[in-house]
């Protein structure tokens, strides 16, 4: 799969077919419109080519509107769009100019000059264009100028699907991993650098990696104690990791404690797949009592690990 930036710098496609949209967690709903778009390039000797926008058109749009989180960063959108085996995924610069585009600006100079498409694979609610002017009737009325055809993703395959990105968004902030991964039929993850916390946990017996996400968009689980796989570099531990507001914290930190681990990771990047929320944030009167807890929650990630594996 070959990931394009520079809109400048677009290649000729062979036989484009093409779908754009978000795609905000690559989840199954998405994962059926990708087969559906492999099949039609496979058809006709094409390519498939997902066009998605960065930043997300909303944070654009609305800037003071900071209320929708992200399941995927977009880095991490173009790795998972790279494990469905997809030919091209361009990303799209957007930005209030390009929001302004008429939707036949948007039709002619964006979709027909920099990706001459054979098929366009777009939801039955699809809008473009300035004020969202533009819909799937507006874009069939140029299939005979353009020599494209449009599919379009019925709204009764959509309500189908019982999935959404906001559904999503939804089981996450409950703490529902195991719902949320039956939605996007992959793990939810979140990576970030490793970088100095207060160490409480070493002094304790359960040292951790305090990891910063640098996307300010990106959703964070809910409180709680997590078990959860860690990938450092290619290489695969079991964890448990805590979200919260450990101790006098301010913010929110999410700490993970790396089993059978015992590296000095400073500055270096960590990837952390979610598998079971174990349980609730909460406080405890001594030190002690923090350390006996934490020697539970420890042989119960090691269960759910064990089981999920």
Do not use: C, W
């Amino acid at each position: 799969m070959k990931v394009h930036r520079d809109l400048t710098n677009i290649p000729p496609f062979r036989n484009a077919v093409i779908t754009i949209g978000s795609y905000d967690g690559v989840h199954a709903g998405h994962q059926q419109i990708i087969r559906r778009l492999k099949a039609l390039a496979e058809e006709i000797g094409g390519e498939s080519i997902i066009i998605t926008f960065d930043p997300h058109p909303r944070h654009v749009i609305y800037p003071d509107d900071k209320s929708l989180k992200l399941i995927t960063t977009t880095d991490e959108k173009a790795e998972l769009l790279q494990q469905y085996g997809v030919d091209h995924v361009v990303i799209v610069p957007f930005t209030k100019e390009f929001s302004k585009q008429t939707p036949d600006e948007y039709i002619q100079h964006f979709l027909v000059e920099k990706f001459h498409p054979k098929r366009i694979v777009i939801g039955y609610d699809h809008k473009f264009g300035n004020k969202r002017a533009g819909n799937i009737d507006y874009l069939k009325k140029f299939e005979d100028v353009y020599g494209f055809t449009v599919e379009e993703i019925s709204k009764q395959t959509v309500e189908d699907m019982a999935v959404s990105s906001t559904k999503v968004r939804m089981a996450l902030a409950k703490g529902e991993i195991e719902e949320a991964t039956t939605l996007l039929q992959h793990p939810f993850y979140l990576g970030g650098e490793v970088v100095k916390g207060k160490q409480l946990g070493a002094s304790i017996g359960f040292p951790t990696a305090n990891v910063q996400i640098a996307n300010p968009y990106k959703i964070i689980p809910t409180d709680g104690i997590y078990a959860v796989n860690v990938y450092h570099g290619s290489v695969k531990y079991g964890g448990m990791l805590y979200i919260g507001k450990s101790l006098s914290n301010i913010d929110r930190t999410i700490e993970v404690n790396i089993f059978d681990f015992d590296k000095s990771i400073y500055g270096e990047h960590l990837n952390v797949e979610f598998v079971k929320h174990i349980r609730e944030d909460e406080r405890f009167a001594s030190l002690d009592a923090l350390t006996i807890q934490l020697g539970k929650d420890k042989e119960l990630a090691l269960s759910v690990l064990k089981k999920k594996a």
